[in-house]
């Protein structure tokens, strides 16, 4: 059973600070390491993707694969109230299996 | 336009009544998904289409069915519906890369 797991949060930071979600998985033959933003009711969007391992940054975001101890995580500075939200990660080779979520929450 | 669709957007439906959920792309992406979203249970994945032949059986394909049309539509029927298949049902697609893109989704309840 492939496994994907993430901290449901709620993940609370300020204004401006940098949010830091993390994520496991159990599949050490998977490939490709996704990133999706889902605000309540609506659906996942794709904000980050990353293949190999090491940094990967793009705006506000950085991805971060460690392939070795199975760990992905996405770092946002400068987070926005418009940043709430629950984030999906997503793992894969052919298909991709998605962990439950964290939400979270930016205070202004 | 949207690049993916999804139809109908909200549905109700009796238990023992079938149903199709439809799905259309404009992106050109060969492969296609479907998925069902629970609260606390996350996105699962029922069948998978990788081209207009090709279709496979996800995690949870007990109780449905799909159809890929061609290569831009993929429906996703079930058969009987029961009131556990009640959630929130997303089609998506990609090319080689893997990069999933996803309609807005259509909530279905069973009564």
């Known amino acids: 059973q492939k496994e994907v797991e993430q901290n449901s949060g709620p993940l609370s930071v300020p204004e401006g600070a940098i949010a830091s979600l993390n994520c496991t998985y159990s599949d050490r033959g998977s490939q490709s390491f996704f990133w999706y933003r889902q605000y309540s009711g609506k659906s996942p969007e794709l904000i980050m993707f990353?293949?190999?391992?090491g940094d990967k940054e793009d705006g506000r975001f950085t991805a971060q694969l460690n392939k070795a101890s199975q760990y992905v995580s996405l770092l946002i500075r400068d987070s926005q109230p418009s940043d709430s939200a629950t984030y999906l990660c997503a793992v894969g080779y052919s298909t991709l299996t998605f962990g439950k979520g964290t939400m979270l929450l930016v205070s202004p | 336009d949207a690049d993916v669709t999804q139809t109908p957007r909200n549905r109700i439906t009796k238990t023992g009544k079938r149903i199709m959920l439809e799905c259309s792309q404009t992106?050109?992406?060969?492969?296609m998904y479907w998925y069902r979203q629970d609260p606390g249970l996350g996105l699962r994945l029922i069948y998978y289409s990788f081209d207009v032949k090709d279709i496979n059986k996800g995690e949870i394909s007990d109780g449905y069915s799909v159809s890929r049309q061609a290569q831009a539509k993929f429906s996703l029927s079930l058969e009987s519906a029961i009131p556990n298949q009640t959630a929130l049902y997303f089609c998506?697609?990609?090319?080689?890369?893997?990069?999933?893109?996803f309609g807005p989704g259509t909530r279905l309840t069973v009564t």
């Open positions: 990353i293949y190999s391992n």
């Open positions: 998506a697609t990609s090319g080689d890369s893997n990069e999933q893109y």
């Open positions: 992106k050109g992406h060969d492969r």
